[in-house]
Nanobody, 121 residues
Framework: QVQLVESGGGLVQAGGSLRLSCAASGSILSINAMGWYRQAPGKQRELVALITSGGSTNYADSVKGRFTISRDNAKNTVYVQMNSLKAEDTAVYYC???????????????WGQGTQVTVSS
C-alpha cells in the first residue's frame, strides 16, 4: 500500500558529504514521523535522525552537528544532509515513516529497502 524509495547513497571520502532522499508513495492519508536509521555489519539498527510532521527533530548523539534532517510534506519526502562524514558512519541507511493509509485509523510503520553509505578513511 505504501512504498518508500531511497536514493543518494554511495562512496565518499572521510570529511565529505552526502544527501539521502526518501519519497513515500501509495495510499497515504497522513504521515506522522519520518526518519533515518542505519545498520552497520554486526551491529543493531540504530536511529540516526527523526522529524515529526510538525518539524520537531531528534538526532543520535553521534551525528549531532553533522547531519541535518528535513522533510517536504507536500512531496511526502524526507531528506538527511550528512556532512563531515566519518568511517564509522559507514552503514546501510533505512528510511522509516509512520503512515496512516486511506480507510484506516491506525498508524503503520513502513521501511525503505536501504541504501549503502560507505565512507573511506
Amino acid at each position: 500500500q505504501v512504498q518508500l524509495v531511497e536514493s543518494g547513497g554511495g562512496l565518499v571520502q572521510a570529511g565529505g558529504s552526502l544527501r539521502l532522499s526518501c519519497a513515500a508513495s501509495g495510499s497515504i492519508l497522513s504521515i506522522n514521523a519520518m526518519g533515518w536509521y542505519r545498520q552497520a555489519p554486526g551491529k543493531q539498527r540504530e536511529l540516526v535522525a527523526l522529524i515529526t510532521s510538525g518539524g520537531s527533530t531528534n538526532y543520535a548523539d553521534s551525528v549531532k552537528g553533522r547531519f541535518t534532517i528535513s522533510r517536504d510534506n507536500a512531496k511526502n519526502t524526507v531528506y538527511v544532509q550528512m556532512n563531515s562524514l566519518k568511517a564509522e558512519d559507514t552503514a546501510v541507511y533505512y528510511c522509516h515513516a509512520s503512515v496512516k493509509v486511506f480507510w484506516t485509523t491506525a498508524w503503520t510503520d513502513y521501511w525503505g529497502q536501504g541504501t549503502q553509505v560507505t565512507v573511506s578513511s
